[in-house]
């Protein structure tokens, strides 16, 4: 009973290993364009898996991107005309984090715009609540009645004929 525990930890952590997508033919000879052509896939958006880099993803697609920087790198571009040269092509969303401009801005701003929103609904709600408790003061603290309201309440609360 051990060993199957034991068979089944072992080959779970087996799974659990992140995938190296990038095959022995891609690797450039040279440690320092290697070095480069990998950092650059990191920053880069596979079109297919949408959330994971081309480095990490094995579709085919994530494949030609990383030859493609590769090639553009052993060409002498540098990694900044390897974005640019990739972004004019696909746009900014091969890049996982897309630079802050006016098309990108409402991309940036929408996190910040709803969690202003959802501040501003919580303040509005919590002073409601507070005001719907009897104002400022205590708020186990009943308001006080004016003299219409505690004659009427007094007429309410005698016993009946």
């Given amino acids: 009973m051990n060993a199957l525990r034991v068979m089944l930890l072992v080959s779970g952590l087996c799974t ?12 450039l000879p040279d440690p320092a364009l290697e070095s480069r052509a990998r950092e650059l896939s990191r920053q880069l958006r596979c079109m ?13 697609l994530a494949r030609d991107l990383r030859l493609l920087v590769r090639e553009r790198l052993s060409a002498g571009d540098s ?15 091969v890049l996982l984090n ?4 006016a098309r990108t801005a409402l991309l940036w701003l929408t ?14 709600f919590l002073r409601r609540q507070r005001g719907a408790r009897g104002g400022e003061g205590d708020p186990g603290r009943e308001a006080a009645l004016s003299t219409q309201e505690r004659a009427r309440l007094d007429d309410l609360l005698k016993p009946g004929p």
Avoid: H, K, M, W
């Avoid at 005309?81 to 972004?87: A, P």
């Avoid at 897309?98 to 401009?101: G, L, N, V």
């Fill in 16 to 27: 659990a290993l992140p995938a190296f997508a990038v095959q022995p033919d891609e690797i």
């Fill in 48 to 60: 297919v898996c949408q959330n994971q880099s081309i480095d990490d993803s094995d579709a085919p």
């Fill in 79 to 93: 990694d900044r005309q390897v974005l640019e040269f990739l972004t004019a092509r696909y746009g900014d969303f």
């Fill in 98 to 101: 897309p630079r802050f401009s």
């Fill in 111 to 124: 996190p910040v715009v709803v969690f202003g929103a959802g501040a501003v609904v919580a303040i509005i």
